[in-house]
């Protein structure tokens, strides 16, 4: 349906930049002949309402439960404002990063945000305008129209929203947009919630292998059980393969605190937002100058062990030396026995990743430290072995790694086509009339094939719009 989609046969000059051409018969029309700020009071206990970037206007206890924001279920909202549904909300100071949105719900929201409301006699559908908010295209033009001295203090205000021009299509045309968009949309982020719960299968099924893998729950050369296992001591370990050793981790490797003043010419840097949580993997591979202050320096086969904000597990085994920030602890093999290959799977399992988390202090930036590191009492496998898991878990994880990206990769591009083909429909590219009138009145929702039309080259963009820095003179 959307594939035989095509352009309307006559189009104007809006005389609006950023709107460009417009169907003949479709209106441009400021805000001000469309929509009238409210500022009616709320009553203190209606909901309470926010708007988003990612999904316009919502519920407050829908976004608590969702992030780490603050509830504020017990300040004064006395000055707080009424929003009925249809309503347009939005942030003053984030509406030029898209967050604006029409309210499906009835509730109140702070100071912060402005409310608007179709004008009485209006012949206009709320839903269509939802849509045409959302657009990269608006989002800069309501940067346009925002002032401020700085970026994080840009403000739309409300008589600056009122001269921004739209194009307003007919009412029946508006109702249809909206209504194709929905079960356009509803189709993507059905196809994109597939990809993501495939994308957590892999992850889990990934950490379960690693543990197994260096734990000895399994002997990756057989797929079976080891013969015979003993009680480890350690609880989060369990037990473990009879012929292992069960030894401290700083018995085995060496927590490397040598630091060296940078400055001395090129060498290859770390911090920890260069390594890919969970894989290893180095964003960033350029030679560059250290920065001013302390860092540590690392030989090739080290393994660097991110002790802030452990969780994230920000561990790897750079192939050449550097230097890395102080934010790393830097561990090396004692000796020959215990492998750096087979240490940073062990490390960077999540079962070790866990068990480090659960000893970090600091509320705000936990950190982990190296007395209790290395105090842990870990396993070392006979050397053989330490190389066969290694080698396994190379594999294994770079197939899983790859069949992730892969996923991210399918999922952002039905992103970017969520958002192309809603600016499309919503200014005009795409004349949508036909299409509309063959779905059906009630929309059951997509069957089991429905996601399957939008293949991977598809997508859209939740994200923040890509806006250009742009000051109205």
């Known amino acids: 349906m959307l594939a035989s989609l095509k352009p309307y046969p006559h189009m104007k000059d809006s005389g609006i930049e950023w709107l460009g051409e417009v169907p003949a018969h479709w209106s441009v029309l400021p805000n ?3 929509f009238e700020e409210v500022k009616e009071s709320g009553r203190p206990k209606e909901q309470m309402l926010s708007v988003t970037i990612l999904n316009g206007v919502i519920r407050q206890d829908d976004l608590l439960r969702e992030s780490s924001s603050k509830d504020q279920s017990r300040i004064d909202k006395s000055a707080y404002k009424l929003v009925q549904q249809g309503d347009i909300a ?24 402005i409310v608007h409301r179709l004008l009485n006699g209006s012949a206009t559908c709320s839903e269509y305008f939802h849509y045409l908010f959302k657009t990269p295209a608006f989002a800069n033009e309501a940067e346009r129209c925002s002032y401020g001295i700085t970026s994080d203090m840009w403000s739309l205000r409300s008589e600056d929203f009122k001269i921004i021009c739209l194009c307003v299509p007919p009412f029946a045309e508006q109702s249809a947009i909206a209504r194709l968009l929905d079960r356009a949309t509803s189709r993507i982020d059905r196809c994109i919630h597939a990809k993501e719960k495939l994308i957590a299968l892999l992850e889990e099924q990934k950490q379960a292998l690693v543990n197994d893998a260096v734990t000895g ?8 059980r080891y013969p015979a296992y003993k009680l480890s001591g350690v609880e989060w370990l369990g037990d473990v393969p009879a012929h292992w050793e069960v030894r401290r981790l700083k018995s085995l490797m060496a927590n490397v ?3 060296k003043h940078s400055g001395a010419g090129e060498v290859a840097f770390l911090a920890l937002e260069h390594v890919e949580s969970w894989t290893g993997k180095l964003q960033h591979s350029e030679r560059v100058f250290a920065p001013d202050g302390q860092s540590k320096e690392f030989q090739a086969g080290d393994i660097l062990f991110g002790k802030l904000r452990p969780y994230l597990a920000k561990v790897t085994r750079p192939e050449e030396a550097g230097r890395c ?11 020959e026995n215990y492998q750096g290959a087979y240490a940073e799977h062990f490390l960077r399992s999540k079962l070790v990743i866990d068990t480090i988390n659960s000893s970090t202090y600091g509320a705000r930036m936990p950190r982990a430290e190296w007395t209790f590191i290395g105090n842990l009492r870990v396993v070392c496998p006979p050397l053989p072995e330490q ?14 790694n790859r069949a992730i990206a892969r996923a991210k ?6 992103r970017e086509y969520r958002t192309c083909l809603i600016a499309d429909i919503v200014t005009g590219k795409l004349d949508v009339r036909e299409a509309a009138n063959e779905l059906p009145e009630l929309d059951s929702g997509p069957d089991d094939g429905d996601a399957e039309q939008f293949g991977p080259n598809q997508g859209h963009n939740h994200s923040k719009p890509a806006c250009g820095r742009r000051h109205r003179k």
């Open 32 to 34: 001000r002949s469309i």
């Open 257 to 259: 605190v040598d630091q």
């Open 387 to 400: 190389t066969a898991i290694a080698c396994f878990l190379d594999e294994a994880t770079a197939n899983a």
């Open 409 to 414: 990769r399918e999922i952002e591009l039905l």
């Open 90 to 113: 939005y942030n003053k100071m984030r509406a030029w990063q898209g967050a604006i949105g029409v309210s499906r719900h009835r509730g109140i929201v702070s100071p912060a945000y």
């Open 325 to 335: 920030v102080g934010e790393f602890l830097v561990l090396r093999s004692r000796h």
């Open 217 to 224: 729950r399994i002997d990756v050369r057989t797929g079976k």
